[in-house]
T-cell receptor
Framework: QKEVEQNSGPLSVPEGAIASLNCTYS??????FFWYRQYSGKSPELIMS????GDKEDGRFTAQLNKASQYVSLLIRDSQPSDSATYLC?????????????FGKGTHLIIQP | DTAVSQTPKYLVTQMGNDKSIKCEQN?????MYWYKQDSKKFLKIMFS???????INETVPNRFSPKSPDKAHLNLHINSLELGDSAVYFC??????????FGPGTRLLVL
């Protein structure tokens, strides 16, 4: 059974600080890793994708992947109140074909003004 | 233009009824998915379709049947609805195993 684990939170971070979200996964065959943001009552919105070990930066967001430790993280710099949402970590074990994502239960992030 | 769209947005129905949810994507993707998000907000894959073929079918009751008339559409038909089917159903699409993009969701309430 593939599993993706996240701390459900809530994680409270002051505005302007760095928010750090973590995720671990059980399947060593996992190939693709994604972070989605979901506002209450809305659909998941893709924030970052990462496929190889190391860091990937996009604006205020940095995704970090360590396949040896089966660990994925998302850093949000200069946190804004609009970043308050649930962040979902998702993993795909596909080696090239199509497959569904395995999601964690999400971390509820609160940015305090 | 909406990339992934779903209809209806809300669906309220009685136990035992049969209902369908429709999904369309205009991204030119070759794979479409159905996910279920339960009351605890846990998002779980139900089905995926790639070039009209069912790729995966998780442990979903056979009352649920996906149908794909073409690459841009994936509908979900549910027979004999039960209280436990109440959830938000999301359609998504991707090109192969790349990033998946989600529709707005259909909120199903079974009374």
């Amino acid at each position: 059974q593939k599993e993706v684990e996240q701390n459900s939170g809530p994680l409270s971070v002051p505005e302007g600080a760095i928010a750090s979200l973590n995720c671990t996964y059980s399947d060593r065959g996992s190939q693709s890793f994604f972070w989605y943001r979901q506002y209450s009552g809305k659909s998941p919105e893709l924030i970052m994708s990462i496929y190889s070990n190391g860091d990937k930066e996009d604006g205020r967001f940095t995704a970090q992947l360590n396949k040896a430790s089966q660990y994925v993280s998302l850093l949000i710099r200069d946190s804004q109140p609009s970043d308050s949402a649930t962040y979902l970590c998702a993993v795909n074990d596909s080696g090239g074909g199509a497959d569904g994502l395995t999601f964690g239960k999400g971390t509820h992030l609160i940015i305090q003004p | 233009d909406t990339a992934v769209s779903q209809t209806p947005k809300y669906l309220v129905t009685q136990m035992g009824n049969d209902k369908s949810i429709k999904c369309e994507q205009n991204l030119g993707h070759d794979t479409m998915y159905w996910y279920k998000q339960d009351s605890k907000k846990f998002l779980k894959i139900m089905f995926s379709y790639n070039n009209k073929e069912l790729i995966i079918n998780e442990t979903v009751p056979n009352r649920f049947s996906p149908k794909s008339p073409d690459k841009a559409h994936l509908n979900l038909h549910i027979n004999s609805l039960e209280l436990g089917d109440s959830a938000v159903y999301f359609c998504a699409s991707s090109q192969g195993s790349s990033s998946q993009y989600f529709g707005p969701g259909t909120r199903l309430l079974v009374l």
